[in-house]
């Protein structure tokens, strides 16, 4: 078989498109959305390569318009996940001895599916089943999964090229080995390409995957699943399974084989998941790798040198983008006395602008959240702040769910910094904000790093450069991921690795080789070219 030292393309970010009125890739969209919502898609679970079907049928629905169905999909149980795992197993030694550069061409071919013909439907399938305007759509479902592909090969071609120095007559080399049994990827709602990145970057370095999604986003998982069958996954590699978190923890982390797991969502799921693990420990093959990205409570901290225009929009953006469902979604605002009449009147001027509605209205900014559970949890806060004397609804406040669920972008105005919408995590539109006296402002910093469990995004504003470096140094343990003079979302692969630490999980850093360095357990290896023959050192000679 003829070898080689390849070189993977060497990646770049994905442009992302603009869908100006009159361009090509709006009307393809609209075209799209239109075939999706007069469709109802069957969606069974994919278990190694054969599509699994149930009794148990349950339906799809826009959150933005929820008496609209628009696909049901088959829930499994228990014995499904078992079957996932005899997959994955069986399909274990061919995936791992398959040469990299041939899994790296599986990849990539993904990512120029994704990027090409299927990027209308996986944008249309995150719009209608995640309720995301069609620019967080294609900056998640299109551009980001789309890099994540290709920079982890990219990455994976770096990491087999990392080799050990080698002295006279010994030949030291690594190689890196997949884990030794199946990684559990359990995904969330609220990126598509999280959902994507999280099975593929351990299939990547060769390892088989049993992979949950998120309950809310079966519908763009179910493309994800085209794509990656005709960008030629062997079967059993990747194995979706459609059950609920308790139903899935019994056969993955009770079974032997279970090497890691590659999370995103609650902290609280995520303690659970780290405590029912280590009652296992002892059963398990080899030690588990435990990757999470969890929750956040992410700020905002203006110095008195800020720019009230830049603090006003970093605020409207980062807290009200997606609905402010992001794990990086400004949620807490510390504004200095002295410039917060300016930066209050450009938010409430720019929320006066803003429209709210379905996906389908392309000059809608803000849609629905996901599903009632979060509709109500998000009411009950808006409505306690209501009631409460230490808190003033500045903007918002009114919400509905007769049609889809819909909130609208709210701003509360605490006169205590320790108000429970400036600790908790809501994952929602609604950002509290507390005004500190500007000779205040180590008081700010303090408050900013010791009011949240989180330490996941954050971001500061400031013209002075001391005040940045200051604040830079003192803040450096409340954010994993860190922005000076910009909103604290975005973060793009290949530029800003995502990840957080303390209740924020591992900080593992989606989109970079950090994370791909999880999925492998590496063997050194010396061979000796010319063996002693003699057990005796020259220390040992006569005098």
């Not at 990512?111 to 249309?124: M, V």
């Not at 929750?295 to 807290?319: C, N």
Request: with cysteine.
């Amino acid at each position: 078989m003829a070898k080689g030292f390849f070189n993977v393309p060497v990646p770049s970010n994905e442009p992302i498109l603009d869908y100006a009125p009159g361009s090509k890739e709006r009307a393809e969209l609209k075209e799209m959305l239109n075939l999706l919502r007069s469709q109802v898609w069957d969606i069974p679970m994919f278990i190694g390569g054969e599509e699994v079907r149930t009794e148990d049928k349950r339906s799809i629905r826009p959150p933005h318009d929820h008496q609209h169905i628009i696909a049901h999909y088959h829930h499994g149980d228990e014995g499904h996940v078992e079957l996932a795992i005899k997959a994955a197993m069986n399909a274990k030694e061919d995936w791992e001895n398959l040469s990299w550069e041939h899994r790296a061409s599986i990849f990539l071919k993904a990512a120029d599916l994704i990027a090409g013909p299927y990027r209308a439907k996986i944008n249309a399938a995150t719009m209608l089943g995640q309720s995301k305007n069609i620019f967080q759509a294609e900056i998640d479902s299109a551009c980001e999964i789309v890099d994540f592909l290709r920079f982890n090969v990219y990455y994976m071609s770096q990491i087999y090229a990392q080799q050990p120095e080698s002295s006279k007559g010994i030949w030291n080399r690594v190689e890196q080995r997949p884990l030794e049994g199946f990684v559990f990827a359990l995904t969330p709602f609220n990126f598509t390409a999280i959902a994507g990145n999280l099975p593929t970057a351990p299939a990547l370095m060769g390892n088989v995957v049993v992979w949950k999604p998120s309950r809310t986003q079966i519908y763009s998982a179910h493309v994800l699943v085209e794509v990656f069958r005709a960008a030629g996954v062997p079967d059993g590699v990747i194995n979706l399974v459609l059950v609920d978190g308790p139903t899935v923890a019994g056969p993955v982390f009770g079974s032997p084989d279970f090497s890691g797991i590659h999370f995103t969502g609650s902290t609280g799921v995520f303690h659970g998941i780290w405590e029912t693990i280590g009652k296992n420990i002892a059963n398990y093959k080899t030690y588990p790798r435990i990757v999470g990205e969890t929750g956040g409570k992410d700020f905002v901290l203006a110095h008195s040198s800020a720019d009230p225009k830049e603090v006003a929009t970093g605020i409207v953006r980062g807290a009200f983008e997606y609905q402010g469902q992001k794990c990086s979604a400004a949620s807490r605002a510390y504004i200095p006395d002295i410039i917060w009449e300016d930066v209050k009147t450009y938010i409430l001027e720019d929320l006066g602008n803003i429209k709210m509605g379905g996906v389908e209205d392309f000059t809608n900014f803000v849609n629905a959240v996901i599903d009632e559970r979060s509709f109500d949890k998000l009411a009950k806060y808006i409505d306690d702040a209501r009631e409460s004397p230490l808190v003033e609804i500045i903007a918002g406040g009114n919400y509905d769910k007769s049609k889809g669920y819909f909130i609208e972008p709210t701003v509360l105005l605490t006169e205590d910094p320790k108000y429970v919408t400036m600790c908790e995590e809501l994952f929602g539109p609604i950002i509290t904000i507390y005004v500190y006296k500007a000779e205040n402002y180590d008081d700010a910093i303090y408050m900013v790093d010791n009011t949240s469990e989180y330490a996941l995004t954050g971001a500061i504003f400031a013209k002075d450069r001391y005040v940045i470096e200051y604040t830079t140094k003192g803040l450096k343990n409340a954010a994993g991921n860190f922005y000076i003079n910009d909103k604290p979302t975005g973060a793009v692969v290949g530029q800003q690795p995502f990840g957080g630490a303390r209740a924020s999980g591992t900080n593992d850093k989606a989109g970079s080789m950090i994370n791909l360095l999880r999925w492998v357990s590496p063997r050194t290896i010396k061979e000796n070219f010319l063996p002693p023959k003699d057990y005796r050192y020259p220390f040992m000679g006569d005098e």
